[in-house]
């Protein structure tokens, strides 16, 4: 990859005089940002464009290139490759459209382009994309007309939209930081988010990543990735609802990804997704500061109302406010005009006119050794005392990087003094409001406290995935899509998962000897394929206290349509101890297209769906992440104790969930897995499965 | 309170020659702003600013006074009032601190000002604030100072805190968006948010109000006066948490109210509530834009990928992307340049460079019946077209003013063309990212969407609510705070409320009796002033089943600790007819200090705590507000009726939660009432009150 952005020389491909060719401004951005290689403009018609020639085509280029960046129609593409293969360019940037994203006649090309690439060992960025940039040696390769007003830094971008890309380096510029190295990848035909990631990762001017995502290429490598990295990965997953699925799939081919399964992946290997350019550039503020490396915050205004504003801010993103000590509050109030103010932490200085005090509160706070960072608010509006307040300005950046601890400063003035403040400040985020201040610190907190997946996670205890095998494969092969509940049954106890004690039963007389031994109250439930929802069909009985009562139930059960052709040799009717005792949860799983097998966990019976309030994960998960499952979800309150109720055996639960984890990884033909509910017992006795519902995926096999 | 903004004169009293007088800032200001009346400066120390005499006392000043601006110190201030009455000047700006906010040996001096002020029927604002603006005649009384960058614009500012309301003045200036009238009200001693409301909401320049408040001094007033309003009101409420409360007490002396009620009032009365200066700037954007009155979006962009973020902002914000008419995707197909797009609504117009096109696409849609607004994205980054793209903003802008339905327009550009852009549009909100466009119109369409309150809504059938005094008053008469069970479900009858049917009982046999004639099974509940959490101590018993084993549990209730001496004359077990079917629901209220009688409702049982899932109103409610309250709570899918239940009596339930918010109204005696669970039985056979608990509030007799 290190060839896209470190080139000698650079052959810019489809450039022609003519007031609107796109190739023009390629040629002018690499001239604009002093590319420091060599430059080759090459167009079918000739001529020159700022001086340089035109060569007609490849073949006539003077010098070696190294890499073609590629601007001619979709059509002309496979015999450019060609004739960069011949030529032994190794490396294209591919921004022509007109691809797959014009509709699936289209991919005939897309196929002919990358055997043809393939065939000459060329690797390529794109099709349908702006290209590359690295702010280093001055390589600029977007159609996109833009001055070179940007600051060199260690954020780089990768975009798989060109616009998206341009309006992110735009606000990193209007905001005074810098960037490394940015990469437009388009329809990715070729070379992924992975592949640049996996450079990124090594490149060592490269500190923070930056993702715009329509699509995942690979989500479990991008994860694998990711939970290595000991460099910050901020992702914009968009393409979140259908009529953007739609566009997005016109625009860089991607189709759409279940967008709660994106960001558990994301979370899961320290991705942090944003959602719009707000959230994005708090997140690139937060790369910017020194980090926030606990939660202790002393907040500084020199405006009472912003004090206020900024401890409702610190108390949303749960920060604690630290006391400062009394020696010190009595030094500053010394110094206080009027002494009309009482001080505390958030500390109001509005009777303070000292910059040379604002900036000593600042700088001995930042030192003590309980204070993890500072929100300070500074306010004028550039009548008097500007030269005060810039230099302040500039001190506390300068304490903050000679500390390595976070400021971060509101500057509230006006749109010109926000400016100058910023170009004086290059690389130091200046925020504009209490709760953007405190957001990004908050961001900032989360980075430092993220930790490096140093390998594998310990695995939950094996299951007997062979056992498990045949049952999918015996209902499998009878051409079911769902196990019997006496089968699903046997799929959990093979993974260790306790299930309340049942039988299947033939016979009326059975079932009511087996309930005996059970032992009384019972259930009982119906076993038939037709029969999917078995409660809204009356095929479930709770609460059967005495022999007579299963005897009945069984033939009441029995005679339920579609009962009359029983699958062959099987009991039909399951009958199964009651568990009265402990909340109700679900837990589940599915297999994800892009992610693979996923697990879920919520409250259990009809509350799963009422609240639609269900913690999901990608698998495996360690035993943390099936705790931080189980205090996601609104109701786990439930679970810790309510009221009379003592606490429910989370450590039980913990184990079953990730047993399901283990399992849908063993088996992919398992599509999705419900356990609902799951009984949780008192803390120490366990949890059990009640009802289990397993649906195959179609065309895997055992 | 015209007198505030309207004045022929104004006296600046407290300017000294000193430079870090702030005094002179006053009359800067004065100057910089061109106020259109008299002038005259008063300090005790004489000379002169900027050429103007100061005056060294009221009494000198040559000509009538009608508005005095003052900054003394706080102990001066009953001097300067009183000077003022003797002049004649009735209508005074304190912005000097040093009161009530600095603790309670303050208040002394407080009173001491607001009596002379009102012998001399002098009213006032402030104290601890930073005066009032009007940018129509130039009255510019902040001493913070500012340059008059600002234009006329129709919204108007009342803030608590002087330095959030010129921060709000300095963003609005920065989007080169307009104000009429500002008001700082610091610890608004006499004059507070609701007469400057009410003054505002009759004043012809005034269309939006913008309030920031720390503390709500009269939430009944308040709510009637924005339910009352024409004109869009927005609000910054901060003070949210424990620690913004001890600020904003020593800053301007704000106490802070329960923040879900605070919520509740303002969605009731259509105040649209905002958390921060970013949805602050959103909501007056959205009042910068012709209303969009309905849901259906256009959404047209020059970016592919801001095309699929817009169109996940337009998901997230609920809007409709209504089609656009073949023959007119057509028409603009035939004017793309390569054909590599494919059009739909998102528009990616990312393959057209015809700024005349772009201008007729928005014009043309706009003007059609069945699109309420056009959310466009435009990207161009400085270098080439720029005369076109600024034209282009503005033909949008007039087609915006011309049509009368918004064009939200992202401008992502370089910081230098968005100033340019705003400069040239002064009025016209321009946004930098598809979220915050959406977010915008989302504000506007609920302000389009806003009805004024047309006096009260129907009342709930009354109860008899000398009945319910009585049975609270002999709780009260002997020391109770808290209703024994059966006068709670006797209070419950009173109002028409359903409950389970029940008797009390004083001996086993008669429980036993009782029981039989309510029907098994039964519950039964102990009654004693000791034990208030009944089922924490085993004093409820379940599903008794026989005569037997009712008899057996009035022996077990009956010997619990603190039943050995119960109330004389009661009789301690209660015998309630079991209620199975139907789905809890929690419906409960009480007295906020703030905002008088709430109502709550949530999922019953231990979900309440649980789940933390509670649906708030300021009583009493209108029969829409119940059925929103329903709607609102997470759980509400359990009324709607899921899996094999039907759905359950909404109707009934939203009877009863105005019957609560009735009692409530009726009975301010009552502190706190839950109603744990009321059981909703399926459609059209009501809903019956299963346990109630009622606490009294301290001080209040009946």
Redesign the interface.
Known sequence: MRGFFYPESVAVVGVSPAP?NLGR?IA?HLFEFRYTGRVYLVGLKGGSFLGHTIYRSLHEVPGRVELAVVLT??QTLPDVIRACGELGIRRLVIES??FR???EERRSLEEEVTATARRYGIRFIGPNCIGVMNKENGLALPF????D?FHLGQLSIV?????????IL??V??EQLGFSKFASIGNKLDTDENDLLEYLLEDEATGVIFL?L?GVADGRRLMELASRSEKLIIAHK???????A???R???ASLSVADDVVSAAFRQCGIHRV????SAMDAIRACSLPPMRGNRLAVV?????????A??????YGFH?QPFPEAFLRMVESRLR?G???L???M?L??L?DFELFHQIVSQTLRRDDIDGVLM?H?Y????FDGESRGLVQAIRKTCEEIQKPVALCL????EEL?INRRTNPGYPLF?????AACTLAISREFASRRVRKGEGPKAAPGDAEKARAILAAASARGSHQLMPDEAFSVLSAYGIPVAPWAATGSAAEAAARAAELGFPVAMKVMAEEIV?K??VGGVLLNCLSNAEVEAGFDRLSSLAGLSSPASGRQPILVQKMVVEGPEIFVGGRQDPTFGAVVLLGLGG??V?????VALRVAPITPAEAWEMIDEI??S??LRG????GPADRDALVAVVRRISQLLCDLPEIGEIDVNPVKVLSAGRGCVAVDCRIVLTPGVRS
Do not use: C, W
Not at 238 to 244: C, Q
Not at 301 to 309: E, I, K, N, P, Y
Not at 381 to 384: D, E, I, S
């Open positions: 609107t401004a002018y129609p979709a459209a007109g994203e014009l509709g996109v007309p833009f001055r007003f975009s798989q939209s060109g616009g998206v890309g341009v309006a735009n606000s510029a209007t715009y329509e968009s393409n979140t609802s259908e009529t953007s739609r566009i997005a016109s625009h860089t959602t719009d350019m707000r205004s020199r405006s009472g109302g912003h004090a206020v504003v401890a409702d801010a610190a108390a949303k406010l009027a009309v103010i009482r505390g932490n958030p109001d509005g009777d006119f608010v306010n509006n550039g009548v008097f509230l003035t006006t749109e400016r504009t409001e209490p709760e953007e929802h409660s809204d009809v509350y769906e009422v609240l639609g309030d609104r109701g309150g439930l309510v009221r009379s109720q």
